[in-house]
């Protein structure tokens, strides 16, 4: 009844066999052995509607299986639309292939994808399309940083861990024997930076990736890089490790149980451990850590490294309006609680609550445990720090308390302005010699010309290193600034009180009313204040 023309075409004599209608032909072809063609449901159609006199009608067609390859706008993903067969051929993975090469795929492909989707062909209707994943690009793994890994416990690490009693409680001043190591020993193994894992797209394209920052090891006082691994930091005196930036020193440690009357002030090239108290009107000036495991009342403590006080600092206002306690270092000052007490510090973290105290840090001054800071700060002044962070501030009476933060900002501005009139000094002094090397064309003497130029263009390049060099600490100066006040921010946990003045460089907001948890920082020139969101 059907014919297969050349063309792939099936063909219908309508002459011969008449159909009756559509729904015959149509039936007729799905009983035949060209079910699967597809059915020209138009020429069907039109053929009874307009009753052409044609002799031969094409009621189907054959069609082969077809593979669309595309790729995704950013080259790490090849797809297929693979349309099966209609009384056509199925596509062999040979020609699949070449499509793959067709669209430019070069990477990433796994041929199991592929017959994944070819196999499809056996089990889905004639003419169906169906989509498969057949390349995936690799995105690049950045290496990973290097990586000290301590091999010795430090004093910071003890101090973490008092002893137990026999009933189970923490001593909180008996912290066990005291960390210490001999000459030779192996301080911190270094995990080098690696370098990381290169990506690609489909298209073969490298994605190079990023290496690990790597961190030089720094060998501190007492210690040093060793000699057949440089990877390897050890100790060569005898004493305790303390942890500093990328590495370790080894301090001579000072133990005395109390610093009073009888033991007289302490001055001491190393670490100074107080076992108890430090009592009213004594000093203890330390090159290293001072650690006191009791109390300081009206003391005055100044250390190179860090000052951790276990319980806390309780001073006295003066008659001149000074504070009797001072506790001041280059480092971080960690203590339980402070009264009446001036602190210095690259970093201040208090764990319950500071009570009038005059304090001045560097970075972070924070309020309550490191986790969840819920710590009180009332009364006194901060003097600067670039974030505080308590759970509260000010009190319910309103009484006025100050917090600078970012204010050495003034600082860096001052230090901008310098800069920009020793700038344009120096442009001008390039000016000045530019016109004397004008000057110096018109000497018709050539061996004087010779020498006045030589004279003026040296220093002439002096002039020019001296704005490079200005230029560069201008544009040092003003990035310094952007981060300072970027990262400026008083971080509320719990309530901020009315009466608090914050100062944030240049610009000053008091509170007037009570706000629940929230966050104060700089925003477009102006202080915000930001509720937080529970």
């Known amino acids: 009844m059907f014919k297969l023309a050349h063309n792939g075409n099936v063909l219908l004599d309508v002459h011969e066999h008449s159909p009756p209608s559509a729904a015959f032909i149509i039936e007729a072809l799905e009983k ?3 079910c699967e063609c597809r059915v020209d449901h138009d020429a069907i159609n039109n053929f009874f509607k307009n009753k052409s ?6 009621v189907a067609s054959k069609h082969d299986a ?10 790490m993903l090849a797809t297929g639309e693979l349309t099966i067969a209609e009384g056509g051929k199925a596509l062999t993975l040979e020609n699949a292939k070449k499509e793959l090469i067709k669209a430019g795929v070069a990477r990433g492909y796994k041929q199991a994808f592929l017959e994944q989707l070819l196999q499809k062909q056996f089990e889905l209707p004639a003419g169906t399309k169906t989509k498969g994943v057949l390349a995936k690009g690799r995105l690049p793994i950045d290496g990973q940083p290097s990586k000290l890994v301590p091999q010795v416990e430090t004093l910071k690490d003890r101090l973490k861990q008092p002893k137990l009693r026999e009933d189970g409680t923490a001593d909180m001043r008996d912290f066990g024997k005291l960390a210490s190591v001999e000459p030779g020993v192996l301080l911190i193994k270094q995990v080098p930076a690696t370098p990381g894992k290169e990506g690609f797209t489909v298209t073969g394209d490298v994605l190079p990736a990023k290496a690990g920052e790597s961190h030089a090891l720094v060998a501190g006082e007492g210690t040093e890089i060793s000699k057949n ?6 100790s060569v005196i005898a004493g305790v490790p303390v942890d500093i930036a990328n590495g370790m020193r080894v301090d001579d440690i000072f133990t005395i149980a109390d610093v009073n009357v009888k033991s007289g002030h302490v001055d001491f090239e190393g670490s100074v451990i107080v076992t108890h ?3 009213p009107g004594m000093r203890i000036n330390a090159k290293g850590d001072i650690t006191v495991m009791g109390t300081v009342e009206s003391g005055h403590l100044t250390a190179a490294g860090d000052i951790t006080i276990k319980q806390g600092v309780i001073g006295h206002q003066l008659d001149d309006k000074s504070l009797s306690c001072h506790i001041v270092c280059q480092g971080d000052i960690h203590l339980s609680h402070g009264q009446y007490s ?8 208090i764990d319950r609550q500071s009570s009038h105290c005059v304090m001045k840090a560097a970075k972070l001054l924070q309020l309550g445990k490191e986790d969840n800071p819920q710590g009180k700060l009332f ?4 003097l600067d720090a670039q974030m505080v962070i308590a759970g509260e501030i000010g009190n319910e009476s309103g009484a006025k308390m ?8 003034a600082q860096v501005t001052a230090q901008t302005d310098q800069c920009l009139k020793d700038l344009a000094q120096t442009d001008s002094q390039l000016d000045n010699l530019q016109k004397a090397i004008e000057k110096a064309d018109q000497v018709k003497d050539a061996e004087k010309k010779k020498l006045l130029l030589a004279k003026i263009g040296a220093t002439q390049m002096h002039y020019c290193e001296q704005a490079e060099q200005l230029e560069k600490k201008l544009s040092n100066l003003e990035l310094h600034l952007h981060e300072l006040l970027e990262g400026a921010q008083l971080v509320v946990n719990k309530t901020l009180h009315s009466g608090v003045e914050i100062h944030i460089f240049d610009k000053v907001l008091l509170t007037n009313r009570q706000y629940p948890p929230c966050k104060v920082k700089l925003e477009e020139s102006k202080i915000e204040v930001e509720f937080k969101t529970s």
Not at 229 to 234: D, G, K, R, S
């Open 32 to 34: 035949s052995s060209f």
């Open 53 to 58: 006199t044609e002799r031969m009608l094409v």
């Open 66 to 75: 077809s593979l669309e390859v595309s790729l995704s706008d950013d080259k």
């Open 229 to 234: 691994n440089p990877l390897e930091l050890i």
């Open 277 to 279: 108290n430090v009592e």
């Open 342 to 349: 001036y602190l210095e510090g690259n970093n201040i973290i």
């Open 379 to 382: 009364g006194g002044t901060i």
């Open 402 to 409: 100050v917090i600078n933060l970012a204010a050495s900002g």
